[in-house]
């Protein structure tokens, strides 16, 4: 599990004011074990791991463990919500077009936010979080499409 300061999952809901469940043991697991996972798709790892559990109880646990900070939640533009365990570097995403793969790109300058607006409205911007899309190796291959000098055009 990402920046966890090495602490145990039972320690770290502690930690953070929140009930030790079976359920949310599993859900914190599964999305260590699938960074960027749908809800579905970490449903179907907890179900896999502790047998009958429900669509709210995850969704629960996932909203339980994204407010305390303990998972973070991103949500690219028409793509289910996605969550992983990096949490409180101010990383960004990169997504493909074709197949939906996500992967973490760190900040390209510096520390949080990393970016700076050209007009901060009087607001203290203390986070930056950017989206890249494109298409990856395996789409591009199997289109033929998208090579490296295109995505400037």
């Known amino acids: 599990m990402a920046d966890r300061d090495a602490d145990d999952p ?3 809901f502690r930690r953070h004011g929140l009930q030790v469940t079976a359920q949310r043991l599993a859900v914190l697991r599964a999305v260590s074990r699938r ?13 896999a791991e ?3 559990v429900s669509r709210q109880a995850v969704c629960d ?3 339980a463990l994204t407010e305390a900070g303990i998972v973070r939640r991103i949500q690219p533009a028409r793509s289910p919500a996605r969550y992983e365990d990096r949490v409180r570097d101010n990383h960004h995403h990169l997504v493909c077009r074709g197949c939906g793969r996500t992967v973490d790109v760190d900040c390209a300058v510096g520390s949080a936010p990393c970016l700076r607006a050209a007009d901060d409205h009087g607001f203290a911007i203390l986070e930056a979080e950017v989206i890249y899309w494109g298409l ?7 289109t033929g499409t998208g090579g490296p000098g295109e995505a400037a055009r």
């Open 10 to 12: 039972v320690s770290l």
């Open 35 to 47: 960074p960027h996972g749908t809800a579905d798709e970490i449903e179907e790892m907890v179900r």
């Open 50 to 52: 502790i047998g009958a």
């Open 61 to 63: 646990a996932l909203g």
């Open 136 to 142: 990856c190796p395996d789409c591009r291959a199997a």
